[in-house]
């Protein structure tokens, strides 16, 4: 079974760009979830997605906004990007809304802002 | 709000055990993750424990009290493959899959 993909591995942009990030998640997982990771400030959440709804939401700009297709993939976008969204963002998987299903991660998208 | 907290980094020897410990503050619980992350990797999923007491896996076990706040990772028969980052992932009441991760344990494994 393939793991979470996600696309593109690296990307780099300049200030005031937007970015568009894809996951993928495990065949027959629902939920996707995403989170920054940067050495100051660990993973943070950034938001979920279950059947096309977001139903969770982080503590991020609006800048910061995704999206869920009806194959569950999922896409997160960041307009207007600023020096301090270079981070590795990762997407996370899980069959559903059950607390005792693990969130499985992708290798992530690491993005650069110059 | 919810704060968690583990030690930055720890250090241990081969074929030795190691507890790594994690202490949560939050209004509401809904269990507890536990991930290894190496360098440069996507973080894997360890344990998980949402009820008191001691879960075993293999190698590594993980326990839970939810009275006191705290959590900790224990690593038997510990390899060098072991070295990498722990983190600690609290899951909020009602919160579905929205994770609180604490800042993560990076644990070196010396021959």
């Known amino acids: 079974k393939a793991g979470v993909t996600q696309t593109p591995r690296y990307l780099i942009k300049t200030r005031g760009q937007q970015v568009t990030l894809s996951c993928s998640p495990i065949?027959?997982?629902?939920?996707v979830s995403w989170y920054q990771q940067t050495p100051g400030q660990g993973l943070q959440f950034l938001f979920e997605?279950?059947?096309?709804?977001?139903?969770n939401k982080g503590n991020f700009p609006g800048r910061f906004s995704g999206r869920q297709f009806s194959n569950s993939r999922s896409e997160m976008n960041v307009s207007t990007l600023e020096l301090g969204d270079s981070a590795l963002y990762l997407c996370a998987s899980s069959l559903d809304g059950d607390s005792n299903q693990p969130q499985h991660f992708g290798d992530g998208t690491r993005l650069s802002i110059l | 709000g919810q704060n968690i907290d583990q030690p930055t980094e720890m250090t241990a020897t081969e074929g030795a055990i190691v507890q790594i410990n994690c202490t949560y503050q939050t209004s509401g619980f809904n269990g507890l993750f536990w991930y290894q992350q190496h360098a440069g990797e996507a973080p894997t999923f360890l344990s998980y424990?949402?009820?008191?007491g001691l879960e075993e896996k293999g190698r590594f076990s993980s326990f839970l009290s939810r009275s006191k706040g705290y959590s900790y990772l224990l690593l038997k028969e510990l390899q060098m493959k072991d070295s990498a980052s722990y983190l600690c992932?609290?899951?909020?009441?009602?919160?579905?899959?929205?994770?609180?991760f604490g800042a993560g344990t990076r644990l070196a494994v010396h021959p």
């Open positions: 065949s027959g997982h629902r939920s």
């Open positions: 424990n949402v009820l008191d």
């Open positions: 997605y279950f059947s096309e709804t977001q139903r």
């Open positions: 992932a609290v899951r909020h009441t009602g919160g579905y899959n929205k994770l609180i």
